[in-house]
């Protein structure tokens, strides 16, 4: 990884990141997109990218063989204590790597996570190494989930999140807006790292020019993600349910993918 992302998740934020605000709403969503498109257990899952080992253990304690594989030696290691904290469902493996070089074997996994390499890879040729690796890997017909980051997700956080009013912030939503390269000149970790956010177009156009089959691109958090008091109406069981039936409601309507700050890519190895 380039050393911005490094010096970003070296200092352990992700490992907690799901547990309070919008996190809570992407970890819920993500876990039904994932339960809805996986096949049932039990079942060989690459959990690539997979960080702290947030889905990957979760996985695993459902029935499916999980093997982690993560860039930052932090996250490896976060994931193996998950590993040991639930010892009758266990990681298969966890390892560093990069998701344009996988170690597995072709035709060997039932479904790969990709939900975080597209964003940390800034180059569309890198992206497509990526998505041509998940594909080797996977069983015929078996399925990649990719995450990816929203184009107009800095735009919109700027404006319902306050950081619109930070002139330095001002100038990265242009950038965004502009190419999608997502730069952090600042050392406001709240602005996140060096990334690429997709346009929703982008995501079929990337699968697809690696040989995969798109089936859907659909958003994670809809826009309730936005919500400055999204951490009360978490706690809310009334109104937990409002934001997550809102994200079910609009998740495939194209006007509105980009509203949701992560896009999840559902596709097929043919």
Do not use: C
């Amino acid at each position: 990884m380039q050393s911005a992302i490094q010096q970003y998740y070296a200092r352990g934020g992700e490992a907690g990141r799901l547990e309070y605000g919008a996190g809570r709403l992407e970890q819920a969503r993500t876990r039904e997109l994932i339960q809805r498109f996986l096949p049932p257990a039990p079942g060989v899952i690459y959990d690539v990218g997979g960080g702290s080992g947030v889905y990957a253990v979760w996985l695993a304690a459902l029935g499916y063989e999980v093997h982690l594989l993560d860039a930052a030696p932090l996250h490896v290691e976060q994931a193996r204590q998950a590993s040991q904290a639930q010892p009758a469902h266990p990681l298969a493996s966890a390892e560093i790597g990069d998701a344009r070089r996988l170690p597995w074997q072709d035709a060997s996994a039932d479904g790969v996570l990709m939900l975080g390499p597209l964003y940390h890879l800034t180059e569309r040729e890198d992206r497509l190494s990526a998505h041509r690796e998940a594909s080797r890997v996977l069983r015929p017909g078996g399925v990649l989930l990719a995450a990816a980051i929203s184009r107009f997700a800095s735009t919109l956080s700027g404006l319902f999140l306050g950081a619109w009013d930070d002139p330095a912030f001002v100038e990265i939503m242009r950038q965004d807006l502009a190419d999608g390269q997502h730069r952090n000149p600042t050392d406001t970790p709240g602005y996140f790292t060096t990334a690429y956010f997709h346009h929703p177009s982008e995501l079929k156009e990337e699968a697809e020019a690696a040989g995969l089959h798109h089936e859907a691109s659909l958003g994670v958090e809809g826009p309730g993600g936005w919500l400055a008091d999204v951490e009360t109406r978490w706690a809310d069981p009334a109104r937990r349910e409002q934001m997550l039936t809102a994200a079910r409601w609009l998740e495939a309507e194209p006007s509105l993918l980009g509203a949701s700050a992560h896009l999840l890519a559902i596709s097929r190895r043919p």
